[in-house]
């Protein structure tokens, strides 16, 4: 059986190793240039690969393809192979094929996802579970089956994963919100995205956990249509009837799936939003089988997400905060909602379809200025010209921060939430956290 993997990057090429591992004679083809540190590992491996571009006669012969999920449906490799047939799958899916006994967390979401499977995995480990960390986050799932199996794994799932996965199916799965996010990806309809999002019931059984928030706009509508098999647990923000978990007078409470409570301010993690990501995190964690007790300590201990409204420094009184990871705008809105002193906001990137207006009012109350940082700023000044703020243009981290500076005055914060993708300007989004770390703390070195 011949297997050609699409993109030479982490899921690559654990997916290549396992490939070889199964019997497969593997081939791996990247349209771009590889990095050296994985080219290194093809070639101590003595896996074939080719770079900048695909050799159709190597792409035609595959029996099986694994796909990137950087690499859309359009591109034209990918539509020649659907056109003859060819099975396309994700590394998710390719590894499922091999975890044998082992278990799943799976997490997808439009925002939130990478601070709640962090969480989850957190509180495993403390509670002594052999599991690993995979998926948008951790080490490539495959990769692990392959050399360092554990016995559960609690994996990040985007919806580029999703959409190439069929017969994966999660223990556990949790769908934390879904929000307008890479509708360039899904032909600009909401509709979609939406089932992409939902793909993450696929498969389960009357035994599994669907864990959910209630007051979603979009999945409550998707479960009426779907009627999944598994035991659902749909939490909410307040009280209400039905619902597995809440906040209620002072108090974190779960109802099922296993009967919980703590203090809200012993969270470690601040903010309506991250009060639903421990929700989740507690469920999923509860339904894995970890004692109570030690779920309550790791909602208290957990340290955060790096990149997920990080606190820089304070700098002549004004707070720095890194929430590059905020690449759409529901993920904006949460930041700022969570702001309690005067924001100079960062805003900018590559632009995914975002509709701006969701977050105009709460620009209006919380910021005192705005600075966009991307190659082209012409949609932002559209939608936030009108709001009378003064605006800065930038097309670089260091100038952007420069003018972050000149804004900002003592018991100010400057937030870096861009709504945006980072690869106009960045190489990714953890490139375009760090260099804002290191202008904030380096700048005038």
């Not at 990918?78 to 899916?93: C, D, F, H, N, Y």
Request: net charge negative; aromatic share 8%; proline share 4%.
């Amino acid at each position: 059986m011949k297997l050609v993997v699409l993109g030479a990057a982490e899921s690559g090429i654990g997916a290549a190793i396992l490939a070889r591992k199964q019997g497969y004679e593997v081939f791996v083809s990247d349209n771009g240039s590889i990095r050296e540190q994985f080219k290194a590992t093809l070639e101590a491996r003595g896996l074939p690969y080719e770079e900048g571009g695909h050799t159709e006669s190597r792409l035609a012969e595959a029996d099986v393809i694994v796909k990137s999920p950087g690499i859309p449906d359009t591109a034209p490799a990918i539509q020649a192979l659907r056109s003859k047939g060819t099975p396309i799958l994700s590394e998710i899916e390719f590894a499922g094929r091999y975890l044998s006994a082992s278990r799943t967390i799976c997490i997808t979401g439009s925002n939130g996802k990478t601070t709640t499977t962090s969480l989850i995995y957190h509180i495993l480990q403390k509670a002594g579970f052999d599991v690993g960390l995979a998926g948008n986050i951790g080490h490539s799932l495959a990769l692990q089956v392959a050399e360092t199996p554990h016995e559960w794994y609690v994996v990040e799932l985007s919806s580029f994963q999703l959409d190439n996965m069929y017969d994966f199916r999660a223990d556990i799965a949790v769908l934390l919100n879904i929000t307008p996010d890479h509708l360039d990806r899904y032909d600009f309809c909401m509709q979609n995205y939406v089932e992409s999002k939902m793909r993450i019931l696929r498969n389960q059984r009357p035994e599994d956990f669907f864990i959910y928030w209630r007051g979603d706009e979009y999945i409550p509508t998707e479960l009426r249509k779907v009627r999944p098999a598994s035991r659902c647990l749909g939490f909410s923000d307040t009280c209400e009837e039905g619902s597995s978990g809440y906040a209620d007078a002072g108090t974190f409470r779960l109802a099922a799936p296993a009967d919980f409570s703590m203090p809200l301010s012993d969270l470690s993690l601040p903010g309506r939003h991250n009060l639903r990501n421990c929700l989740a995190a507690a469920s999923a964690a509860l339904a894995a089988g970890v004692p109570a007790e030690v779920v309550r300590a790791g909602l208290q201990d957990f340290p955060g997400v790096e990149h997920r409204l990080e606190r820089v420094a304070e700098v002549g009184g004004v707070l720095y905060i890194n929430d590059s990871k905020a690449t759409n705008v529901d993920a904006c809105r949460c930041a700022l909602d969570s702001m309690t002193r005067p924001t100079i906001l960062i805003l900018g990137g590559k632009d995914k379809g975002n509709d701006y207006a969701a977050i105009q009012s709460l620009v209006r109350e919380k910021c005192k200025a705005l600075v966009f940082l991307g190659a082209d700023n012409a949609k932002l000044h559209a939608c936030f010209g009108e709001t009378g703020l003064p605006i800065a243009d930038t097309h670089s981290m260091a100038a952007c921060v420069a003018a972050c500076r000149q804004f900002a005055t003592a018991g100010d914060v400057v937030l870096l939430s861009p709504c945006c993708a980072s690869f106009d300007l960045f190489r990714n989004m953890e490139d375009r956290g760090e260099q804002f770390k290191d202008c904030v703390l380096h700048g005038d070195d």
